[in-house]
């Protein structure tokens, strides 16, 4: 942590920016000072996290594409949830290349892990839970489309990261892939 500085942090696929909102909670108990931006490709979406935001959380949401995304103070960290299994095989690879390159402190990605027992829950959760049928459907293209270990670690060559530089943690069929720097 600078001395007297503020760090800067993004998140990509902010959605309806409960992340962003938790992460400012968490540096007021604590006293950090962070510029937080949150990007997303939909217009409706960042209209919802801004409305859902309060203005003293001082949270710039942004519509548009990580890859035209530019901070004049720089990025010192980088943030994205539930967002790579929407991506292709090569925007993954680039997205963790921009990462790479762009956050100075550090970057973290979240997402779900592809194995059959989240795909087929999703079945048996909607059926308990009575959750409409396009939400059983769009859980289920989502954990399908979602990458495994061997291939984040194929991902991570592919983008030029070396395995011992990030850390590939899992929990309940889900990712946590980042480094610190």
Do not use: N
């Not at 839970?129 to 939400?135: A, D, E, I, R």
């Not at 030029?160 to 309940?172: K, M, Q, T």
Request: proline share 3%.
């Amino acid at each position: 942590m600078p001395s007297g500085g503020t760090l800067t942090l993004v998140d990509v696929g902010c959605g309806y920016g409960d992340l962003l909102r938790a992460i400012r909670r968490w540096a007021r108990r604590r006293g950090i000072p962070l510029k937080l931006y949150g990007l997303d490709l939909s217009e409706e979406t960042v209209r919802i996290a801004r409305a859902a935001t309060d203005e003293a959380d001082r949270i710039d949401y942004q519509v548009g594409d990580i890859f035209d995304f530019r901070s004049t103070a720089g990025i010192d960290f980088v943030a994205s949830s539930l967002l790579t299994h929407h991506l292709s095989d090569q925007l993954i690879i680039k997205f963790l290349g921009w990462m790479e390159g762009t956050a100075r402190k550090g970057w973290l990605i979240y997402d779900l892990q592809r194995h059959l027992v989240p795909y087929y829950f999703m079945g048996v959760a909607g059926a308990v839970l009575c959750l409409h049928p396009m939400v059983v459907h769009d859980g289920r293209i989502s954990v399908a489309r979602s990458l495994t270990r061997r291939e984040w670690r194929a991902r991570l060559t592919a983008a030029g990261i070396p395995h011992d530089a990030v850390e590939l943690r899992w929990f309940l069929y889900r990712f946590v892939i980042g480094r610190i720097r």
